[in-house]
């Protein structure tokens, strides 16, 4: 008995070494050259000026809702006009494009036309405000109100700050005489929100069209993190280096019907009740690449012992950090059962059942393997499956270009202390139109975000912080000016 306890001891010892001794092959974070921070001091003035031009677009209600007949034309070109208005240098040197009717694509040509264009993107539109929920608010969603240090409202977050942010910066170069030496093209698109398949997708065309090929990309994406890693108490820039491909399943099944006096064992709704059930049941295999790659190449030095242990780990840690739903979607595909219809009578056997069921796919999946697997999992001939929507992941774009060590000393010269950390973007953002035009394609927002902040995406009381958005303006010129040099 005493050998066996020993041998018992002996296994964990070992085990705990050898947990402990990955942490030896934990990437040292990747030496960065050494920036002078920007004085970007904050002049009050001129951060209320700049607060006031984005706080108008806000109070324009440009809302993409699911029901196409709710569109309204008029809000979108009240934006557009709002914007000439409101950035009268910006729209005298720079050319502007209507594309599908309400996207908007600039142009400001540089002066060494041999060195190739970049993209800077953001959206017009916004998500509506669930009805009900507008007494909730502190201050009205449209009102682009200015009140406790913040510009309130639906969009501010996302993602008119990029709208305006970008203009407000440009105008600003204009005035102090600046011209870019390659061609920087912006596109705004009306449509994001419902994927953009209508304004980015267009505006990509064109650039296929016109053989024109992007030195980078930039659209909205990760933020600046701070105190949301245990473990970590410095701030985190994550940039976005890839996005989750999306797949959305229509399962029916269908039935003889009749009265529901006699019925068969199982109804349509008991068939198709069983196959969703099965898939909740069976996620799919956790990929913990993604997530190893941001935190044991980029985070791990900065973080405690403990974490570093947890970080070197993942094979044996996933599980674990799975059971949070955020870091479960950074960790594999995951399964959404989002609709289900069918019946129509207390008394009525239905003759059909339907649901929907969303994945978002990580990079190593495809819509075919992901829907091989969902075939095979519910195992049942009765069900069939097809796609409504479907998308494979993006690539992942490189971190070692020139165009993403000009947005990482941009994000430095920003921010004092700050860890720049490439990651997977599990939502979807316009970016994913542009991938056979550039190599690099980040999907990051210059925004540090408060702690509540993922509630107020999409949310209630979605806000911007006056002295942030007044550096969201700096970050811009200085992205801009930084770009000269990739
Ligand atoms: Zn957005």
Redesign the pocket.
Known sequence: MRRLLWLFALLLLGFAALLVGRVALLVPAPTTESVVALDVANDPVQARERALRLAGAIRIPTISHQDPSLFDPVAFRELHAYLEQTFPLAHANLERELVAQYSLLYRWPGHDPAQQPYLLMA?LDVVPVIPGTEPNWQHAPFSGEIADGYIWGRGTL??KFGVTGILDAIEGLLQAGFQPSRDVYLAFGHD??LGGDAGAAAIAGLFEARGIDLAYVLD?GGAIIEGTLPGLDRKVALIGIAEKGFLSLELTTKAAGGHSSMPPPSTAIGVLSRAVSRLEASPFPMNPNHLEMTFAHYLAPYMSFEMQVLAANLWLFGPLLATSDQMNAMLRTTTAVTMFNAGIKENVLPINARAVVNHRIIPGETVASVTARVIEIIDDGSVSVAPLTARDPSGVSDTGSTAFAALARTVRQLNDDVIIAPYLVVGG?DAKHFAGLSQNIYRFSPILAEPDMMTRFHGTNERLAVDEYARVVSFYAQLIRNSDQI
């Open positions: 959206h996302d993602d994001e929100e909205e953002t």
